[in-house]
């Protein structure tokens, strides 16, 4: 790096730091947009829904009403991770041996960007009573059943909706890993399977922790996918949220389940957290 | 490596026609004369013809395109400038920190977005519609903003702006003829996601929306949530067609972002 005699032009921008007229937007919206609303949230948490200032929705939340409700939440959010991982997981490896693998990546990619309601409003279709599932059923002889509106169907449809985001982080790390070592491990006699399960998936750890988190966190708030094929059931903590947010208008209460949420999220992200940068660069996360 | 086995192929063939199924289906049945999802009577377009003669629907689009346009013009200002400000911040202590509160709203799910940000409008007094709409487009699509431009300014070396400088560049130069030139595809592909991240968004905007003011995910929630109309599968696969072109708009310039690098720049 040319550090000598020409710092001028450094010192002319870095003087500007100390006076950075030009980032009082910027700076504005962390304040306003970051953590005024992360502060309201955790100051509303202590009122309850008439005004007064009350511990009350935090009591609540430790019933067993709100404490089922949050186990059932993550039970959910477990099963989802857990089957999206299954299906991604061999997805990203065979990916990686692909000859146009950017290219097919990109096409595994393409479904996250269309909109989460649609995806959703297609299995309402898929799934109704005389639609193709059930016409299916029908025809191997098990018969019509209700799928929409059953666990079955939320999980179905999440895992639909997550196997993008699960595939990305894991194919960048797998891609990344250098293939002599793959080689070595085979010269020195390990089968495919031990290979794989003492230089591959270790090595590759961290794609699969960020997809952990690139889904768990998600699964545990949405709530689109429950009011629209889970049929009003309120089970997950985002489904909470909404419903105390905007149809009970009790916000006291949803911004205590919105602390918890976050705090969960903290937990989760410490635990599947990572030195190097997430590979997030590009799909969408949300 | 390995070659791709039988084995794998048939797998990922198998992925591939589940990822895309759904999609094709609900594109199908918009063609579908009869009103269902379940059983193709014949061809028709009436529900293109009833997606672009209903003047309701096309009011919304155009409030969605609007907010969309005007979000990441202004969002892809704001995080420019945000951008440059944490590359030159000298204190490494302080970048790190500016870097962490300007993920926040990454990571943070949608609900919570949403939630704090109605809190925030009640609280200073924004009335919810078009207003609220644009203002937390712009505010969820700074940091995406930001994540997309600063690799490119990064990448930038010190000497350019230094040889800038000595040969009589102002500062406000070095800005419009140095730096912006330089990430300039750092920028588009930033306005890129931010646009669709606002074309896409649902939940914030369900939830700082008000009653006079809608866009198109939220009204197509509400038409989703009285059960199948084929207008939803028509406007789907005009939205499916118009998120490809962004999409490969998107990709054509974080490409053309990651190859120019100029001798200059790195290490």
Redesign the interface.
């Known amino acids: 790096m040319t550090r000598g005699l020409n710092l001028t032009g450094l010192k002319a921008m870095r003087n500007n730091s100390s006076r950075p007229f030009y980032l009082i937007p910027y700076y504005l919206w962390i304040a306003l947009f970051v953590i005024a609303p992360i502060a309201l949230i955790v100051y509303y948490s202590f009122f309850d829904i008439s005004g007064n200032l009350t511990f009350d929705n935090y009591k609540n939340f430790f019933s067993s009403v709100y404490l089922r409700l949050t186990l059932s939440s993550f039970w959910y959010a477990f099963l989802i991770t857990v089957f999206t991982l299954i299906v991604a997981y061999p997805t990203a490896y065979w990916l990686t041996k692909t000859k146009h693998k950017q290219l097919w990546l990109l096409l595994i990619i393409i479904p996250s960007w269309i909109n989460l309601l649609l995806k959703t409003y297609a299995f309402i279709g898929i799934f109704g009573l005389y639609g193709p599932a059930n016409r299916f059923l029908k025809a191997i002889g098990i018969g019509e059943q209700q799928i929409l509106f059953t666990d079955f169907s939320f999980i179905f449809v999440s895992v639909y909706i997550f196997i993008p985001f699960m595939i990305l982080p894991i194919f960048n790390s797998l891609d990344k890993m250098n293939p002599a070592l793959i080689d070595a491990s085979r010269d020195l006699g390990a089968s495919s399977w031990v290979t794989f399960r003492r230089v591959i998936f270790p090595l590759a750890i961290n794609g699969v922790k960020s997809g952990i988190q690139a889904v768990f966190i998600p699964a545990l708030s949405l709530f689109v996918i429950t009011r629209l094929i889970a049929g009003n059931k309120v089970i997950t903590l985002g489904t909470a949220i909404e419903q105390q947010f905007l149809v009970t208008q009790n916000w006291g209460m949803g911004s205590t389940i919105a602390v918890f949420l976050i705090l969960f999220m903290i937990i989760i992200m410490m635990l599947t957290g990572q030195r190097d940068k997430g590979g997030m660069a590009n799909g969408k996360i949300k | 490596?390995?070659?791709?086995s039988k084995k794998?192929?048939a797998?990922?063939a198998v992925?591939?026609i589940?990822?895309?199924a759904?999609?094709f289906?609900?594109i199908f049945?918009s063609f579908n004369s009869g009103g269902?999802?379940?059983?193709f009577e014949g061809f028709t377009l009436e529900h293109y013809g009833a997606v672009f003669s209903d003047t309701r629907l096309i009011i919304i689009l155009m409030n969605t395109v609007i907010v969309a346009l005007l979000s990441s013009l202004i969002a892809t200002?704001?995080?420019v400038?945000?951008a440059?400000?944490i590359v030159?911040?000298?204190n490494r202590k302080m970048r790190s920190a500016?870097l962490s509160?300007?993920n926040?709203?990454?990571?943070?799910?949608?609900?919570?977005?949403?939630?704090?940000?109605?809190?925030?409008f009640t609280?200073i007094g924004v009335k919810l519609g078009f207003a609220s709409v644009l203002i937390s487009h712009i505010?969820f699509s700074?940091p995406i903003v930001v994540?997309m431009v600063l690799p490119k300014l990064q990448e930038m070396?010190?000497?350019l702006?230094?040889?800038?400088?000595?040969l009589g560049?102002s500062?406000r130069d070095?800005l419009t003829r140095v730096i912006i030139p330089f990430i300039k595809p750092g920028i588009f592909a930033g306005f890129f996601l931010a646009l669709?991240?606002s074309l896409?968004d649902?939940?914030v905007t369900?939830?700082v929306t008000g009653n006079g003011f809608s866009t198109l995910?939220v009204e197509?929630?509400s038409m989703?949530?009285a059960?199948?109309t084929l207008t939803?599968n028509a406007?789907?696969a005009l939205?499916?067609i118009v998120?490809?072109g962004?999409?490969i708009g998107y990709?054509s310039f974080?490409q053309r972002a990651s190859r120019n690098t100029p001798g200059t720049g790195g290490?």
């Open positions: 490596m390995g070659k791709l794998g192929k797998y990922l992925v591939f589940i990822l895309y759904p999609i289906y609900l049945y269902t999802m379940s059983s200002a704001i995080g400038l945000g440059i400000g030159f911040l000298r500016v509160l300007n926040i709203l990454i990571v943070s799910p949608d609900v919570i977005i949403g939630a704090s940000f109605l809190i925030l609280m505010a700074i994540i070396s010190d000497s702006i230094d040889a800038a400088a000595d560049a500062k070095i669709t991240y896409d649902f939940a369900f939830f995910s197509i929630y989703a949530r059960g199948i939803i406007l789907s939205i499916f998120t490809l962004l999409v990709y974080s290490l």
